[in-house]
């Protein structure tokens, strides 16, 4: 029989792709102890290991805030939850910037942003 330990946490995080892990990060530099779990191997199940590194982000310095709004409302013929939109488009560019930090290795080419995979 498997053996069961209690572990007692602040956060439980399930799901360990970069949704997950981003949030366990980010609990835990608020001062949170974080418990992430994932049905799989880190780094080897879900999406997230399969992302081909271009990271499409708003910069408000140079893209127009209301044409990709009105694009990814279409694109997702008027579905998305419009505030989720905003927030997304809006933090983008802070979360890209903050993941090179992190060591993603981000680099702009031709107008798309990359970051090295693996
Ligand atoms: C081939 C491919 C290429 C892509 N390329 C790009 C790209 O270039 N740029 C880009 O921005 N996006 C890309 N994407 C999309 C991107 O991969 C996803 O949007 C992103 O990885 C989703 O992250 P996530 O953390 O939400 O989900 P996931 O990475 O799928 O993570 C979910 C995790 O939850 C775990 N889980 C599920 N159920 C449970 C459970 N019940 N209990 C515990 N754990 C559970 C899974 O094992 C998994 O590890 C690509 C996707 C694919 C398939």
């Known amino acids: 029989m498997a053996k069961t ?9 399930l799901g360990g792709g970069i949704a997950g892990c981003y949030a366990a990060i980010n609990a835990r530099e608020r001062g949170a102890d974080v ?6 191997s880190l780094g080897r199940s879900g ?8 990271l499409h ?6 893209d127009d805030y209301d044409g990709l709004f009105r694009e ?12 989720w939109l905003e927030a997304t488009i809006k933090e983008s ?4 910037r903050e993941m090179d930090k992190w060591g993603g ?3 702009e080419r031709g107008g ?5 995979t693996g």
């Not at 330990?5 to 995080?13: G, P, Q």
């Not at 418990?35 to 799989?40: A, H, T």
């Not at 798309?112 to 090295?116: G, L, R």
């Open 5 to 13: 330990e209690l572990i007692k946490a602040d956060v439980l995080v």
């Open 35 to 40: 418990v992430l779990v994932d049905k799989g």
């Open 47 to 54: 999406f997230s290991c399969m992302i081909s590194g271009v």
């Open 57 to 62: 982000h708003f910069d408000p310095g140079k």
């Open 72 to 83: 990814s409302v279409e694109a997702g013929e008027w579905i998305n939850d419009q505030k």
């Open 93 to 96: 560019d802070n979360r890209i």
């Open 105 to 107: 290795h981000v680099s």
């Open 112 to 116: 798309e942003t990359h970051t090295k």
